[in-house]
């Protein structure tokens, strides 16, 4: 071979290797080499991800040295061989990890769909033990790695710590009294090992907690009744069984010497005091609560939870809920879904008498596992109530890609599972909220999906029993963690427009152009809400003040899986100064902007609502609120809360005086009025996100009141069936003089669905002067005069005259067992 020939070829064997490490320091990144030695892709040792660096910019370097190099390298052919074959190893490996990196990151954003798993697959996969949210693999696994510990290098303070964590995982379990043995194990090592004082009193406050969870087992749970676990706990609500709630005030006093200024333990131990009876006298006056947290300021009629007499209080984790009249006989039946993702929908039909029967099976509803969130509409306007299943919530991109369930009602009251042939099933994102409405006005009723970290979804409503995902063209895909959706007509152009919240980014508000497009005009209306965190869940649009103009309630929540957000609603409570997202308020001014009157209505409080609804609870014409409180762990024992909107002007917290104030987890909130007397009821699905933190559901029977009221059912013609979106507007004489009260028909807030029947209290009035539907679709009005107060009325689209419906009214009967059919 000719010297220059030989000189070629090791000039180009010299930059073939250049080129080799060149890509070998590009593909060899922290995330491919993630995905080829971690078990979940992530590598999170900072020195690690250093040496990752390190080793791409030597390998770039050398590559781009041997590429531009001139002369040849004084190396072997053996040596070329061998580092030639290294490269080409290293860029087979790198293109390997990040190849399965893009793959993963394609199925994360939603660009590559897996295998859709039907629902009894989804409860087999989730049922695994290693699954974060239901499995006990983490307590196998922390078990084992403390008989180790303890068996190698006796104990010390990794096992303080380890015990600590483990009990964690058994109480989130239900497994208290293991949990409180290692606790107090992991308590007396800490003792005598001398560990500092905050060490002493985190250990102080998990025995606290899990002594208090001991006592609302035995005493909310199993020996249910209705006034357990209502805040302020008092009368029948305290416990007959002091010894798991004196054990815990025992170490909160302790953990109070230390640190007086807790609110969160503050607030732990005035409930553990009022648990045992020993509230006010046994709390010292600097620790006692306010006196307006024990007793409303306002008086109010006091609600009774009649769930356990009626048979509708179901033992569940977290859920949704809808109260409709699903059988169309004049009476609101209940459905309810849990996310445990074995445990079936349940179906509680008012038969009329004053008990509820279960239909359930007969309704084939107990073939659909799972659901954190229920909504409710007739999609195909045959006059039937079709429901929306919304899974995988919280469960992020591993466990969340749970398929929804859209099911068809049918003619003989069973319920079809039609989500793949509606279009519905093509892909499968973590949801907790959608939303019904008709945007493009044809009269059918579309939908809207905010999912979670995916790109949300626009179903376009075919008519033809399909729908088609038109997101992306019509500028709603948000691709944010969405919460919560609502839709409102909020510029009152006669077209709906859409909110999102969401949780950990900027809110939208998107205005409808009415060309099948919309705009995000949050930022300049007022809305795009978040303090610095921008932690948002719960939203609806709502006339808070009876002007004409949709306003727009949002709420603040940071209390999901993580630490402890206790301290900042009891700080709230306390008058302390507190840093965590508020309830908002959002006054439309009329001109299409909103203002922020949170202060002056008197909601800038902290809650942490994860369910959430309004109706008028006292008939007086104007929206109340109720909120379904609560945060994962198990120290987040706060109040559902309760507010009566004062004509307009102000909120204020009745919870107290309503006998509404569950301190168990809230979730869906659902009003209607289930027997016909005029005033609305309110369902609460309870239970938390944990296996062991699980609880009766609640039904709070409304007392009644003095004011006037009027149902109103909508039957749509043109527009969709039930007049989803369609305004009511009523012109009536008062005391006051004469007023207008206003209504658009929905099922409310983002999470819990009340009946679309229009419930609307009109104070002392006697006579409706003017009641007046606005239909958006065939954009019609309809106006009757003189119409009468304290009745169910059926209006249907563009008919001269209404219909006066006779659901007689009901008196509820305790039930010895709840039928099955």
Not at 395 to 406: A, C, D, P, V
């Amino acid at each position: 071979m000719r010297p220059d020939s030989k000189w070629f070829i090791t000039i180009t064997s010299f930059r073939i290797m250049g080129i080799l490490m060149i890509i070998s320091g590009l593909l060899l990144n922290r995330w491919a080499i993630g995905r080829i030695v971690a078990q979940d892709g992530n590598i999170e040792s900072t020195t690690l991800q250093t040496v990752i660096i390190l080793g791409q910019i030597i390998l770039l370097i050398a590559g781009i040295w041997l590429l531009l190099r001139k002369g040849s390298v004084n190396w072997s052919g053996l040596f070329r061989l061998g580092l030639t074959l290294a490269c080409v190893a290293a860029v087979t490996l790198g293109a390997y990890g990040t190849g399965t990196y893009a793959y993963q990151l394609g199925i994360n954003r939603g660009w590559i769909q897996l295998p859709i798993k039907n629902i009894p697959e989804i409860c087999e996969l989730l049922s695994g033990d290693d699954v974060d949210f239901f499995g006990l693999a983490v307590i196998d696994r922390l078990s084992g790695k403390l008989a180790q510990m303890t068996s190698e290098q006796g104990e010390g303070k990794e096992t303080i710590l380890l015990r600590s964590k483990l009990a964690d995982h058994l109480l989130r379990h239900g497994r208290v009294e293991k949990a409180i043995d290692h606790l107090e194990t992991a308590y007396q090592l800490a003792i005598s090992k001398d560990l500092p004082s905050d060490a002493l009193n985190k250990l102080r406050r998990e025995l606290g907690v899990a002594y208090l969870r001991g006592g609302e087992i035995n005493h909310c749970i199993e020996m249910h009744n209705p006034e357990r676990c209502l805040f302020p706990i008092r009368g029948e609500g305290v416990w007959s069984n002091s010894e798991g709630a004196s054990k815990a005030i025992g170490y909160f006093e302790e953990y109070l010497r230390a640190q007086p200024g807790d609110a969160g333990v503050r607030w732990l131990f005035n409930l553990a005091h009022m648990a045992i009876g020993s509230y006010p006298d046994g709390v010292k006056s600097e620790l006692l609560l306010p006196e307006w947290v024990i007793e409303s300021t306002r008086e109010a009629p006091r609600f009774r939870d009649i769930a356990p007499d009626l048979g509708l209080d179901a033992f569940n984790l977290s859920g949704g809920s809808i109260m409709d009249d699903f059988d169309n006989d004049g009476f609101l039946d209940i459905i309810t879904s849990t996310w445990e993702p074995c445990s079936p929908m349940l179906y509680y039909h008012n038969n009329g008498d004053g008990s509820f029967s279960d239909w359930s099976a007969k309704a084939k509803l107990t073939e659909q596992y799972g659901g954190l969130n229920l909504v409710h509409a007739d999609y195909n306007n045959d006059g039937l109530l079709d429901i929306l299943v919304l899974r995988g919530a919280w469960m992020g991109r591993k466990y969340g890609r749970q398929r929804n369930s859209l099911l068809r009602q049918n003619t003989d009251g069973t319920f079809t599972d039609v989500t793949k042939e509606s279009g519905l099933g093509s892909t499968a994102f973590p949801c907790i909220s959608a939303g019904w409405a008709d945007y493009n006005g044809d009269g059918n009723i579309d939908l809207y999906i905010a999912n979670e970290r995916f790109p949300g979804q626009l179903f376009r409503n075919n008519g033809d029993g399909t729908f088609e995902d038109v997101a992306r063209s019509a500028g709603v895909d948000n691709q944010l963690n969405g919460k919560g959706v609502t839709w409102g007509d909020y510029d009152n152009d006669g077209d709906p427009d859409l909110y999102i919240s969401n949780l950990g980014g900027l809110n939208r508000l998107y205005r409808n152009n009415g060309d099948g497009t919309f705009t995000d005009v949050a930022r300049e209306t007022g809305v795009e809400v978040g303090e610095e965190k921008k932690l948002t869940f719960a939203t609806w649009f709502w006339d808070v003040d009876n002007d004409g103009w949709l306003d727009l309630f949002v709420a603040g929540y940071d209390g999901w899986f993580g630490p402890s957000k206790l301290q900042f609603v009891a700080a709230d409570y306390f008058g302390m100064p507190a840093s965590a997202e508020h309830l908002r308020l959002f006054r439309n001014d009329g001109t299409g902007h909103f203002d922020d009157v949170t202060k002056e209505m008197g909601l800038y409080h902290i809650r942490l609502p994860m369910g959430a609804n309004y109706g008028d609870v006292d008939n007086d014409g104007f929206p109340d609120i109720y909120l379904g409180t609560g945060a994962p762990p198990y120290d987040t024992l706060i109040p559902n809360v309760m507010y009566r909107n004062e004509m307009g002007k102000r909120f204020v917290d009745i919870t107290a005086s309503a006998g509404v104030g569950h301190l168990q987890k809230g979730h869906a909130i659902a009003f209607g009025d289930l027997d016909n007397d005029g005033d609305q009821d309110i369902f609460a699905q309870m239970g938390g996100a944990y296996p062991g933190d699980g609880f009766h559901n609640a039904l709070f029977e409304n007392p009644g009141n003095s004011n006037h009221w009027i149902t109103i059912r909508l039957v749509g013609v043109q527009s969709n069936r039930f007049g989803i979106g369609a305004k009511i507007k009523l012109i009536v004489d008062s005391q006051e003089g004469e007023r207008s009260i206003f209504n658009t028909v929905g099922s409310g807030g983002s999470f819990g669905a009340s009946s679309l029947q229009q419930e609307i209290g009109v104070g002392d009035a006697n006579l409706i002067k003017e009641l007046e539907v606005y239909w958006p679709s065939s954009n019609t009005r309809q106006r009757f005069q003189d119409v009468g107060v304290d009745q169910i009325i059926e209006i249907t689209e563009s008919a001269e005259t209404y219909r006066v419906l006779d659901n007689k009214r009901i008196q509820f009967s305790k039930a010895t067992s709840l039928a099955k059919k």
